[in-house]
């Protein structure tokens, strides 16, 4: 199955991706070989097989509930582009 | 001889008998850097003055007679994907170019715990996306043998380093190959661990069923006890198992008595370059020599790991990767530049009579994500993450993320098949030596193919180490993989060595190193 240019430009909304008209037809074209290779496990008959979601076979890894010191407010907002001291802050969202 | 073709072993003996200090031999592997680092890259960055200074203050409380850690004085190179607080931590990636951590990776507390001498932050490719290091935003790094060929990836940084005879050992990751495959192109000594040997806690996540962290060094002792100090449960990282951690380093010299080892009849098919069969062949001949039984095995789907590989580890950092927005930490886009382009695209469609497309176009907090993301990340990252978000999207995920699970389980059962007949697995870690720089940039297929050898163990949770057992006429390192059950870490280890003690592939140097 061959992928559409369309389809791809949908993708790279949902993954958060702004590409460029080049980026996309390239894309297009590198995303249909590989998942025209990836393909190839449709021929496995799996009717049967539980998947593997992880490598161990542990569950339920339970934490004591006690408090502990977490990262204080200036460490957690010191990487970010830009801040206020308190909060995150992002391109307004609603109106203007 | 020079004191930087010592074994770490040999290294930490003469430092604790005080015959040199670790500011001599600090000094030793930054002098090798100061020379040839130009030309290899291994380094994004070295920390000259950070690691003498520690250097002495570790000498100087060996003079005092204070207790000292494992690894005391002994100078480690660190993959620059493991977190150090306060100190930058890119990832190779333009996103992460000014991110400082806020803490330190479990294995780098561990590290400093033991006394190590961290000297500088290694080469990878972009958030280890790759095998050849060439997808690295800042820079290439060369194969010490060859400047013309590539290291291989993604820790290829980390396998160059310990190949040119700048740092004694270092830490990689492996998801699908990463640490076994530059190892092998190197001439190194490489090992992953059994998924939840060692804590991923501070390691920038990529494929997180599929990460794992291990040493590189130039032999299987110097790798047990790099090993013995990464290892161990950790109370931050739940998928870390709390078993004991064996003492490697005591038993790495015992040989293996009665050792069966399997031979994978898929693995000496098509594709295999002669030079590098007929080095595996010779080196299995050598455990023959020394009393190994060798077995023909089948692992019959593991033609199917590229394949479930490449679907698994992109699903799973596209989730992963989702993180990087612009917002908590990372590369923003300018806003100003983005609010004036969205505001002339509006009017643009607007007197067009476009209407309904001015409406739907991304809101500014979408087009912030979009674009800050598209400025951060190289071509390879915007791939996998382009692959995980589809095969996870609705109508494909059966298709894609479901069905490669099930076959992640059949990969798995094949091997438990085969341990039950063989305590190891030998083989090729890659079908050729190292290529050449350039030459599989532009085929993704044909990059994510060099993964063929090493993917599965990642898929099936299990360890593998890969060192050197030939050259070929050109003067490459071939690398030979072993295989185990999951948690034998002992066993790879002391097989390993025990090949390294009969041979000598693993003392070769590249001329670059002084004699």
């Not at chain 2, 008998?17 to 090798?32: D, N, P, R």
Request: glycine content about 8%; proline content about 5%.
């Amino acid at each position: 199955m061959s992928l559409t240019r369309e389809e791809v430009e949908k993708v790279s909304l949902l993954g958060r991706l702004q590409l460029t008209s080049a980026e996309l037809d390239l894309m297009t074209a590198q995303m249909g070989q590989i998942v025209a290779y990836v393909e190839s496990l449709a021929e496995l008959n799996t009717a049967d097989v539980e998947p593997m979601a992880h490598a161990l076979d542990v569950s339920n890894v339970f934490a004591s509930d006690e408090l502990r010191p977490s990262l204080e407010r200036a460490a957690a907002l010191a990487n970010a582009p830009h801040h206020d001291r308190e909060f995150y802050l992002v391109p307004a969202v609603l109106g203007e | 001889m020079s004191l930087v073709r010592l074994s770490a072993t040999e290294l930490l003996a003469q430092l604790t008998a005080g015959q040199i200090t670790s500011v001599h031999l600090t000094e030793a592997y930054l002098g090798q850097i100061k020379r040839h680092d130009p030309q290899v890259k291994a380094f994004l960055r070295v920390d000259t003055q950070r690691a003498l200074d520690r250097a002495a203050e570790i000498d100087k409380r060996r003079r005092e007679g204070r207790p000292l850690g494992r690894l005391a004085g002994l100078p480690v190179a660190i993959k620059d994907l493991l977190c150090t607080q306060g100190e930058p931590t890119t990832c190779a990636s333009r996103i992460l170019e000014n991110f400082k951590p806020p803490y330190d990776a479990t294995v780098i507390a561990r590290l400093k715990a033991a006394d190590a001498v961290l000297i500088g932050k290694t080469n990878m490719d972009e958030f280890a996306m790759g095998g050849s290091t060439e997808n690295s935003a800042f820079q290439k790094t060369a194969n010490p043998w060859d400047l013309e060929r590539i290291p291989g990836g993604s820790s290829g940084g980390s396998a160059a380093c310990v190949a040119a005879g700048m740092a004694p050992m270092s830490v990689g990751s492996d998801t699908g190959g990463s640490i076994r495959q530059p190892a092998g192109l190197c001439g190194v000594t490489g090992l992953k661990p059994t998924y939840g040997r060692v804590s991923r806690y501070g390691l920038v996540a990529f494929a997180s069923s599929l990460d794992q962290i291990g040493p590189l060094a130039r032999t299987a002792e110097d790798t047990a006890l790099l090993l013995e100090v990464l290892a161990g449960h950790d109370p931050l990282d739940s998928t870390s198992v709390d078993l004991p951690v064996p003492k490697y380093s005591a038993t790495v010299k015992q040989p293996l008595k009665n050792l069966r080892l399997g031979l994978v009849r898929e693995h000496f098919g098509e594709g295999l370059d002669g030079e590098v069969e007929a080095a595996v062949r010779q080196a299995v001949a050598v455990y023959e020599s020394l009393g190994a039984t060798i077995k023909d095995i089948s692992l019959p789907h593991g033609k199917y790991g590229v394949a479930t590989y490449y679907i698994i580890a992109p699903c799973e950092a596209s989730s992963n990767l989702a993180r990087y927005d612009g917002v908590h930490y990372g590369h923003r886009t300018d806003e100003k530049k983005m609010a004036a382009a969205i505001a002339a695209q509006r009017s643009t469609l607007e007197a067009a009579g476009k209407h309904v497309e001015a409406e739907a176009l991304d809101n500014p907090l979408v087009r912030m994500y979009r674009q800050s993301r598209a400025e951060g990340f190289g071509p390879e990252v915007k791939r996998r993450i382009m692959l995980g978000t589809y095969a996870l999207s609705a109508g494909y995920y059966d298709a894609y993320y479901l069905k490669a699970l099930k076959v992640r389980r059949l990969i798995r059962r094949d091997y438990d098949q085969a341990f039950g007949q063989v305590d190891l697995i030998a083989g090729p870690v890659t079908a050729t030596t190292a290529f050449k720089l350039g030459e599989k940039v532009d085929d993704p297929l044909a990059m994510y193919l060099v993964d063929l050898y090493t993917v599965s163990a990642n898929l099936a949770g299990i360890g593998g180490i890969a060192f050197p057992c030939g050259f070929s006429e050109g003067g490459l390192p071939i690398g030979l993989q072993l295989q185990a059950p999951p948690f034998e870490e002992e066993r790879l280890l002391r097989a390993a060595c025990m090949f390294q003690r009969a041979t000598d592939w693993h003392q070769r140097w590249p001329s670059m190193v002084p004699a």
